[in-house]
Nanobody, 120 residues
Framework: QVQLVESGGGLVQAGASLRLSCAVSGRYVMGWFRQAPGKEREGVASIGLQSDNWTYADSVKGRFTISRDWANKMVYLQMDNLKPEDTAVYYC?????????????????WGQGTQVTVSS
């Protein structure tokens, strides 16, 4: 059974950094998604089975970095220069494919989510 467990959310001020972590059992393309109140879930970053394959939403390019530690079965989302509009519940998710994607429907396995709140 696939298990995805996120950690690392919190309340920070604009301009601060946070690192989200996701413990993953299995070999999957991994993605980070977020959902703000009243909005649809959106893809933020994804990393393929090859760690030099990734993709980002335009809204986070240059600020967020996704990475993977195969040895420790972890996936990370480093979030720098956070903005109030980054406030959301963040989810890690796994997809049985080879290349990175931000398409929500490609992901069958989801974590429970972690809240990120950025104050202005």
């Amino acid at each position: 059974q696939v298990q995805l467990v996120e950690s690392g959310g919190g309340l920070v001020q604009a301009g601060a950094s946070l690192r989200l972590s996701c413990a993953v059992s299995g070999r999957y393309v991994m993605g980070w998604f977020r959902q703000a109140p009243g909005k649809e879930r959106e893809g933020v970053a994804s990393i393929g089975l090859q760690s030099d394959n990734w993709t980002y939403a335009d809204s986070v390019k240059g600020r967020f970095t996704i990475s993977r530690d195969w040895a420790n079965k972890m996936v990370y989302l480093q979030m720098d220069n956070l903005k109030p509009e980054d406030t959301a519940v963040y989810y890690c998710a796994g997809a049985r494919r080879y290349t990175a994607t931000l398409v929500v429907e490609e992901y069958a396995h989801w974590g429970q989510g972690t809240q990120v709140t950025v104050s202005s």
